[in-house]
């Protein structure tokens, strides 16, 4: 059964603080890892990574995969109470279905 | 990258009633989804709207609890059939546009709370 685990699945951070966020996959026919920012209701599309190593940046969050250890980071550097959200990774793994398999997501508190 | 609405937003609804969702979305579309997410859980796949044709629906999920329409390429709609409090969750669509093959955007959400 494919499988995506997100790592720690809660955060609390001051301001300014620098965070990394985990995920891993154990998937079969891995096509691409999503990351989404979820403020409310609706998941807001942050990242798609299809090959390992090469780091995909916007502002101050960026990501990369790391297909020889199944997993990706996602960072933000100088945080802001507005990046307060659940930070959900999905796998997608059924090559040509477009389904994807979401983590169970990190919740990141940004104090001020 | 596609704007999807979906109605109504939210909804309080009795137990035993059936609501229908529906999403819009402002241009063809190659796939649309429907996901649920219970409180405190992540998004979990119900089915693919399959245009013109019957929806695929994943484990655990069926036909009859949830039937599914997309008439064509812009619009789909989910009953969530005779419900029961454990319905309760925030029900999602999501797309796949033409332009950006392999990545799904979502639409508002529609939170539904059944008493």
């Known amino acids: 059964e494919d499988k995506v685990v997100q790592s720690p699945l809660s955060l609390v951070v001051h301001e300014g603080d620098t965070v990394t966020l985990n995920c891993s996959y154990e998937v079969t026919n891995f096509r691409s890892l999503l990351w989404y920012k979820q403020e409310k209701k609706a998941p807001t599309f942050l990242f798609m990574l299809t090959s390992s190593g090469i780091e995909k940046k916007s502002g101050r969050l960026s990501s990369i995969l790391d297909k020889k250890e199944l997993s990706s980071i996602l960072n933000i550097t100088a945080t802001q109470t507005g990046d307060s959200a659940i930070y959900l990774c999905?796998?997608?793994?059924?090559?040509?279905?477009?389904?994807?398999?979401f983590g169970k997501g990190t919740k990141l508190t940004v104090n001020p | 990258s596609a704007v999807i609405s979906q109605k109504p937003s939210r909804d309080i609804c009795q137990r035993g009633t059936s609501l229908t969702i529906q999403c819009q979305v402002d241009s063809q579309v190659t796939m649309m989804f429907w996901y649920r997410q219970q409180p405190g859980q992540s998004l979990t796949l119900i089915a693919t709207?399959?245009?013109?044709?019957?929806?695929?629906?994943e484990s655990g999920f069926v036909i009859d609890k949830f039937p599914i329409s997309r008439p064509n390429l812009t619009f789909s709609t989910l009953t969530v059939s005779n419900m029961s409090p454990e319905d309760s969750s925030i029900y999602l669509c999501s797309v796949v546009s033409y332009e950006a093959q392999e990545t799904q955007y979502f639409g508002p959400g529609t939170r539904l709370l059944v008493l």
């Open positions: 999905a796998v997608n793994a059924q090559g040509g279905s477009e389904k994807l398999v």
């Open positions: 709207a399959n245009q013109g044709s019957e929806a695929t629906y």
